[in-house]
């Protein structure tokens, strides 16, 4: 991971634009002149909005160009907290902070694999660079985008000019359904997907052999209880002080109780920024960036687990 990872900065909103119903797009410049970090498709950033809030956003628009990130903000339902700050607060000139770039979600072309990319609604934003980056490589791709109609789905149009023999709509109030049963037909190949939890859910059970299937959830994944129900002791190297994290407590609440530093964000699992190096032990993840299975190198600690009686945790 990238020094720039947990390094805030401001930034200031140089454009707004409504790319659909409920959508809008952000332009962001650095303050001082100077190119923001490097970044890669599939990535995210933290922002620090007005208000205290803090959310998470794909990176939306050209990884070349250095002095503007690009992100596509939907208004949730309820029309309350960052989304709504977003939309009703921010104005051109404004200043705020973020934090990033980070990539829990990449994308590599590969000439030789035919990639399909699955988007649910605002799900599109990180694909956007990387259908750019698959096109530019010669990559065999398609694109599946589903919502609820073509008025609140960001850039479909310019998607379908651009690509119309590699992008099909599905949209719901015109009767069309995305069959993902029907996905990986031919030969064995990746398939990228984000979404909300049900699209992600029905690729991942989908039984797709012999394809790769790599998904971004906006949403926390549930689980059931733990696999070690009872308290276990968190053992922190740098500083040497042992922690209890009783059933119902976070790792991530325990160690900053104990007045420990760490970065955080989302803390439902989804946006990578407590990733947290493992130095012993084993960890149930319960996260949606490493998920179950993973190794036990790193940890997401805001809701990830000991496997066991103990960790030890490079904090």
């Keep these: 991971m990238s020094v720039f990872s947990d390094m805030q900065r401001p930034v200031v909103v140089q454009a707004r634009t409504v790319v659909a119903d409920g959508v809008l797009a952000l332009d962001l410049a650095p303050t001082n002149g100077r190119p923001l970090p490097a970044w890669t498709p599939g990535s995210h950033v933290d922002l620090l909005l007005p208000g205290g809030w803090e959310r998470q956003y794909s990176l939306c628009g ?3 160009d250095r002095m503007t990130y690009r992100v596509a903000v939907l208004l949730s339902q309820d029309g309350a907290g960052g989304s709504a700050v ?37 799900g599109i934003t990180p694909m956007l660079s990387m259908i750019a980056a698959a096109d530019a490589a010669g990559t065999d791709w398609s694109l599946h985008y589903a919502g609820r109609s073509r008025a609140t789905m960001a850039f479909v149009e310019e998607l379908v000019a651009d690509h119309p023999s590699r992008v099909r709509v599905y949209a719901a109030d015109e009767g069309e359904r995305l069959a993902v049963s ?27 052999d012999g394809w790769s299937v790599h998904t971004e959830r906006f949403e926390a994944r549930e689980f059931g209880p733990p696999v070690w129900p009872d308290p276990f002791e968190v053992e922190l190297a740098l500083s040497g002080t042992t922690l209890t994290v009783d059933p119902g407590q976070s790792i991530l609440d325990v160690v900053e109780a104990s007045g420990a530093v760490v970065v955080s964000s989302c803390r439902v699992g989804t946006c990578g920024s407590c990733e947290t190096p493992v130095l012993q032990g084993s960890v149930e993840h319960r996260d949606s960036v490493i998920g179950p299975g993973g190794a036990s190198q790193t940890m997401m600690i805001c809701v990830s687990r000991a496997a066991g009686p103990g960790l030890v945790l490079e904090l």
């Design 62 to 64: 050209d990884p070349a």
């Design 182 to 208: 029907a996905l990986t037909d031919g030969p064995a190949g990746r398939v990228f997907c984000c979404g909300p939890r049900r699209l992600l859910d029905a690729v991942e059970e989908a039984g797709t």
């Design 86 to 122: 977003v939309h009703d607060t921010l104005a051109v000139g404004d200043t705020l902070r973020l934090r990033g770039p980070r990539n829990h979600f990449a994308f590599t072309p590969a000439a030789d694999r035919s990639t399909v990319f699955v988007a649910g609604g605002i």
